[in-house]
């Protein structure tokens, strides 16, 4: 694991707790030093701070996607806005936590991000087996989604989708015409229900719906007030 975060004390607070939960943790203080050393040594994961001198956390993820670099990336942040939470996302990060933080949740995170990245076993059902299998498609609501080379499209038009979009559109294109709730999105996406108060959910939500839609287009996914979220067309 790749740790970047200028800020000494929380650096060395995170890589005491994260190597005391057996992960083998290199810790830098800026974007410089996290680009260099994903180059030489490209880690499981990057948990980056947004916030840092230099380049940033959102620069280094942005280098890193252009270089087609799909490692999971956590992002850090004391900005609790919406929009910088999209502008996050818009990066290519995969998740984010926001400061200040409880170290467990870190670690919830970051064991559904690598769960999510790791190979299913041969045996093993469901969506990450799937995605295994040589030319499977699914289609639904005009969604279709190669799930092999994890490309989507709608109406002929290519979606770019971030790992967790293409995830969060999939349960959906599974699922059309079912109502989801959040604790079951929370569980089959992230693997861990965040409870009522976050907002993680209804930002991929929003931000995918901006990559779905498109003038003259219904809109596709529609939130059930209350109880979660199903894809239709109307």
Request: charged residues 30%; contains cysteine.
């Amino acid at each position: 694991m790749l740790l970047a975060e200028d800020d000494r004390a929380i650096r060395h607070a995170l890589e005491r707790a994260l190597t005391l939960e057996g992960y083998a943790v290199t810790a830098v203080a800026d974007g410089v030093e996290a680009l260099a050393q994903a180059h030489r040594t490209p880690p499981d994961v990057l948990l980056l701070d947004v916030m840092m001198p230099g380049i940033d956390g959102l620069q280094v993820c942005r280098v890193l996607r252009a270089e087609g670099d799909r490692t999971p990336i956590l992002m850090l942040t004391a900005l609790v806005e919406t929009a910088d939470r999209i502008a996050g996302l818009d990066a290519g990060a995969d998740d984010y936590v926001v400061k200040p933080f409880d170290v467990e949740e870190v670690f919830a995170r970051l064991r559904a991000l690598l769960r999510r990245t790791s190979p299913a076993p041969a045996n093993e059902p469901g969506p990450a087996r799937d995605a295994q299998l040589s030319d499977r498609q699914i289609e639904g609501a005009g969604i279709r989604m190669d799930l092999q080379a994890r490309r989507a499209w709608r109406a002929g038009r290519e979606l770019e989708l971030t790992r967790t979009e293409f995830e969060l559109l999939e349960l959906l294109v599974r699922n059309v015409g079912i109502v989801l709730d959040h604790a079951t999105i929370y569980d089959r996406i992230w693997g861990y229900d965040f409870g009522p108060g976050s907002k993680n959910l209804a930002v991929y939500v929003g931000y995918l719906r901006r990559k779905l839609d498109a003038p003259g287009a219904p809109q596709l996914i529609h939130t059930v007030r209350g109880v979660g979220y199903v894809l239709r067309e109307e």
